[in-house]
T-cell receptor, first 116, second 119 residues
Framework: AQKVTQAQTEISVVEKEDVTLDCVYETRDTTYYLFWYKQPPSGELVFLIRRNSFDEQNEISGRYSWNFQKSTSSFNFTITASQVVDSAVYFCALSEADQGAQKLVFGQGTRLTINP | DGGITQSPKYLFRKEGQNVTLSCEQNLNHDAMYWYRQDPGQGLRLIYYSQIVNDFQKGDIAEGYSVSREKKESFPLTVTSAQKNPTAFYLC??????????????????FGPGTRLTVL
């Protein structure tokens, strides 16, 4: 069965520090997608990135970067020069094919607190 | 503005009552989903629908029911059979891959959620 593990339940850092959120996944599919979502205190999940299993290039978007390594089944997320607005719960998710439908399997989430 | 709306934002219900949560989208997406989130937990899939008039059970469908009579709408009913309904409920939609198993896998976009409390 598909599984996503986010071992870090909570992380607290001081503003401007770099922080990395870990995500490890398990799947028997050869084609799959990985996602990161941000959940601010308002509750809505905000899509951050989607990566397919054939693309291991690292991705950078402003202060955000993602490191995908199939060899270790990891898809880690780094925030550089963190800001208070980055405080949220972050979820890693893995897509699971089911008769043509895309289903997401979520990790437990990492609560990130950026202190001023 | 295109997006997903859920109403109400907060909902209180007495034990033994059924309650329906609304989810509407104007993104012209085929697929819609309902998730449940408990404190400190990830999201768990309740039901999903790939096309109108069709839906499938997710991992925790017991005590819930859905309908998909219109493409834009996917209401969720929490029945009195649901033993522990207090939770945060999130609706999502995606472009959808249809019944063809070779279809694309699409990004799910989420609504703002409904927080249900059973008194």
């Amino acid at each position: 069965a598909q599984k996503v593990t986010q071992a870090q339940t909570e992380i607290s850092v001081v503003e401007k520090e770099d922080v990395t959120l870990d995500c490890v996944y398990e799947t028997r599919d050869t084609t799959y997608y990985l996602f990161w979502y941000k959940q601010p205190p308002s509750g809505e999940l905000v899509f951050l990135i989607r990566r397919n299993s054939f693309d291991e290039q690292n991705e950078i978007s402003g202060r955000y970067s993602w490191n995908f390594q199939k060899s270790t089944s990891s898809f880690n997320f780094t925030i550089t020069a963190s800001q208070v607005v980055d405080s949220a719960v972050y979820f890693c998710a893995l897509s699971e094919a089911d008769q043509g439908a895309q289903k997401l399997v979520f990790g437990q989430g990492t609560r990130l607190t950026i202190n001023p | 503005d295109g997006g997903i709306t859920q109403s109400p934002k907060y909902l209180f219900r007495k034990e033994g009552q059924n309650v329906t949560l609304s989810c509407e989208q104007n993104l012209n997406h085929d697929a819609m989903y309902w998730y449940r989130q408990d404190p400190g937990q990830g999201l768990r899939l309740i039901y999903y629908s790939q096309i109108v008039n069709d839906f499938q059970k997710g991992d925790i469908a017991e005590g819930y029911s859905v309908s998909r009579e219109k493409k834009e709408s996917f209401p969720l009913t929490v029945t009195s059979a649901q033993k522990n309904p207090t939770a945060f409920y999130l609706c999502a939609s995606s472009i959808g891959s249809g019944p063809d198993t070779s279809g694309p896998r699409d990004t799910q976009y989420f609504g703002p959620g409904t927080r249900l409390t059973v008194l």
